[in-house]
T-cell receptor
Framework: QKEVEQDPGPLSVPEGAIVSLNCTYS??????FMWYRQYSRKGPELLMY????GNKEDGRFTAQVDKSSKYISLFIRDSQPSDSATYLC????????????FGTGTQLKVEL | NAGVTQTPKFQVLKTGQSMTLQCAQD?????MYWYRQDPGMGLRLIYY???????DKGEVPNGYNVSRLNKREFSLRLESAAPSQTSVYFC?????????????????FGPGTRLTVL
């Protein structure tokens, strides 16, 4: 079993829809949680970062962490075609030397 | 600032050939990382360097060597390439330290090198 599980998709939604992307993890020592966005043939870029349970909002994006359930989510409101990308969750262990453990990524396509 | 740069962008090798992937960053970051990305596997850490002069193995180090040439540069070498090393390779860098501060935990990625081993 992988430490971080993520549905690979692809996920296709119409423009304006609310998108929900999710990851589950097995190791309760994960302390920091991130969402990276990766456009086709590009490197990942950090989108959201959080370290506590609860919600964190940044514009149209909301990151949600539930440590008791070992579950994290990224919500995208009013999705746009420019949001079409692969979204990777990533986590850092407490005392883990800042090494990232990634999910496999979910491919999202937002259609006009 | 160019950020993190990688060369080459594309490479095709024959089994048994060797090559070095180059990575450089101009953000004065202490830590640097090499990942490979494969379909269905996500990004996996090959090697990392927490600071100049140190290197450590990641999740999938077999078949690779690294050199932290100076603070800016971190190279990845394949001594005898195998088809299983066909992948997209990403270099990343990070400032230093661990805290709740996003700026200290964010890894910045390069554009990647697409490697095919025949």
């Amino acid at each position: 079993q992988k430490e971080v599980e993520q549905d690979p998709g692809p996920l296709s939604v119409p423009e304006g829809a609310i998108v929900s992307l999710n990851c589950t993890y097995s190791n309760s020592a994960f302390q920091y949680f991130m969402w990276y966005r990766q456009y086709s043939r590009k490197g990942p870029e950090l989108l959201m970062y959080t370290y506590s349970s609860g919600n964190k909002e940044d514009g149209r994006f909301t990151a949600q962490v539930d440590k008791s359930s070992k579950y994290i989510s990224l919500f995208i409101r009013d999705s746009q075609p420019s949001d079409s990308a692969t979204y990777l969750c990533a986590m850092i262990l407490t005392g883990g030397g800042n090494k990232l453990t990634f999910g496999t990524g979910t491919q999202l396509k937002v259609e006009l | 600032n160019a950020g993190v740069t990688q060369t080459p962008k594309f490479q095709v090798l024959k089994t048994g050939q060797s090559m070095t992937l180059q990575c450089a960053q101009d953000m004065n970051h202490n830590s640097m990382y090499w990942y490979r990305q494969d379909p269905g596997m996500g990004l996996r850490l090959i090697y990392y360097s927490a600071s100049e002069g140190t290197t450590d193995k990641g999740e999938v180090p077999n078949g690779y060597n690294v050199s932290r040439l100076n603070k800016r540069e971190f190279s990845l070498r394949l001594e005898s390439a195998a088809p299983s090393q066909t992948s997209v390779y990403f270099c990343a860098s990070r400032h230093s330290g661990t805290s709740k501060n996003r700026g200290l935990n964010e890894q910045f990625f390069g554009p990647g090198t697409r490697l095919t081993v025949l």
